[in-house]
């Protein structure tokens, strides 16, 4: 029998595409998923038509009995996400400076998407 992490990563990936194909569907170009570094993972890398950089947290929680997804985007899940984006940046040779980007973040509250840009 599968785990429960199995499951809770089986849903977590549900969520991740949930959240890309609407942001494809709000006219964002995807990039890349899951990238992972040592110091953190980046869940979705999309890129607007003006060429900015959204890096995209996603949040799932199935009922609001333990909270809202948004409020699980904490301080210390900011700073891994943000140490992944440097990271991501100067492996891509991208000078943070001049880079024009952005973190959002895609809350899934059971079927319910909220779209929080620019957190």
Same mark, same amino acid.
């Given at each position: ?40 993972? !980046?869940?979705? %890398? *999309?890129?607007?038509?003006? +060429?900015?950089?959204?890096?995209? =947290? ?5 009922? &609001? ?16 996400? !943000?140490?992944? %984006? *440097?990271?991501?940046?100067? +492996?891509?040779?991208?000078?943070? =400076? ?5 973190? &959002? ?15």
């Amino acid at each position: 029998m599968p785990s429960k992490q199995y499951f809770a990563s089986l849903i977590g990936h549900q969520a991740e595409q949930k959240a890309k194909e609407y942001l494809k569907q709000q006219g964002l170009q995807f990039v890349e998923e899951n990238y992972r570094v040592k110091v953190g993972e !980046i869940d979705l %890398i *999309m890129q607007t038509s003006d +060429e900015t950089w959204v890096f995209v =947290e996603v949040k799932y929680r199935q009922s &609001d009995d333990y909270g809202h997804a948004a409020e699980y985007f904490t301080s210390s899940k900011r700073r891994k996400l !943000i140490r992944a %984006i *440097m990271w991501f940046l100067k +492996e891509h040779q991208l000078n943070p =400076e001049e880079t024009a980007m952005r973190i &959002d973040l895609i809350a899934l509250d059971g079927a319910q998407l909220n779209w929080i840009k620019n957190v």
